[in-house]
């Protein structure tokens, strides 16, 4: 039987009872709202040709979260519930896995997320006083964003190019043998170009578009040796 609560309530105190009866009186869990995320058409076919490549659809969660952080901007709750759904997964294995890759967004990133590599290689070549200075410069630390949007500063994992230590990922771009002067003059770089991009009207039209960026938007910068690089992060950071 339950004690006497020792407060002036007077009600019995749940002390002693049945686990039973407390898990009743948890609140239910809300779930997000349905359909907040959704895959476009070509998404879509594009989803289910990844899927059709492996064995079971939960072994294609790489690949469709990454998917859905291309379309989304960032892996909310919603798009881990809606991959979860797609991939007959639990969301709490989602998240999971979502938060062990340091190539998943949670929350919207910056115009540029730069994510320097702190693994043995750089960190000898010098990734800490990359780090540092880029702390300094941009007024954020790891995992923060600057207030003007533009620049998210990430620590990460090993990205598979040590022999070119000290280097770092801008969005999709690996720019390595980094020193702090190339590291000062990739960001003037990417300042410039977001000025010069805020300028830019939003055109649709693909041939519109090729004739009306400037060229400096469309061409490497001196100096940029960054080259494309298709997702990255690994586990860590
Ligand atoms: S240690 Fe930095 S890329 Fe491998």
């Keep these: 039987m339950g004690t006497r609560c020792a407060c002036i309530c007077s009600r019995k105190s749940t002390a002693g009872q049945s686990g039973a009866r407390q898990e009743l009186r948890r609140p239910k869990r809300r779930r997000p709202p349905r359909g907040s995320v959704e895959f476009t058409e070509e998404n879509r076919r594009a989803f289910d040709e990844i899927v059709a490549r492996y064995p079971s659809p939960r072994a294609a969660m790489l690949p469709a979260l990454w998917l ?9 709750a919603e798009a881990m519930e809606y991959v979860g759904e797609l991939l007959d997964t639990p969301p709490a294995e989602v998240q999971a896995v979502v938060s062990f890759y340091t ?34 410069r941009l007024g954020v630390h790891n995992g923060e964003t600057t207030q003007d949007g533009q620049f ?5 994992e090993c990205l598979g ?16 043998n980094l020193t702090v002067e190339r590291v000062d003059t990739l960001l003037d770089t990417l300042r410039a170009k977001s000025a010069i991009l805020d300028r830019v009207p939003v055109i649709h039209d693909p041939a ?30």
């Design 161 to 176: 190019s040590c022999g070119t230590a000290p280097m770092m990922q801008v969005n999709d771009k690996y720019y390595e």
């Design 68 to 76: 859905v952080q291309r379309q989304e901007g960032h892996i909310s």
């Design 103 to 136: 190539m998943y967004d949670r929350r919207p990133p910056g115009a540029y997320k730069l994510q320097v590599c702190r693994t043995l290689s750089c960190a000898i070549m010098g990734a800490y006083d990359i780090l540092r200075h880029l702390e300094e």
């Design 208 to 237: 519109e578009m090729q004739a009306a960026v400037p060229r400096a938007v469309v061409s490497a910068p001196a100096g940029d040796h960054g080259h494309d690089h298709d997702g990255g992060g690994r586990p860590g950071g």
């Design 152 to 156: 998210t500063l990430q620590e990460v």
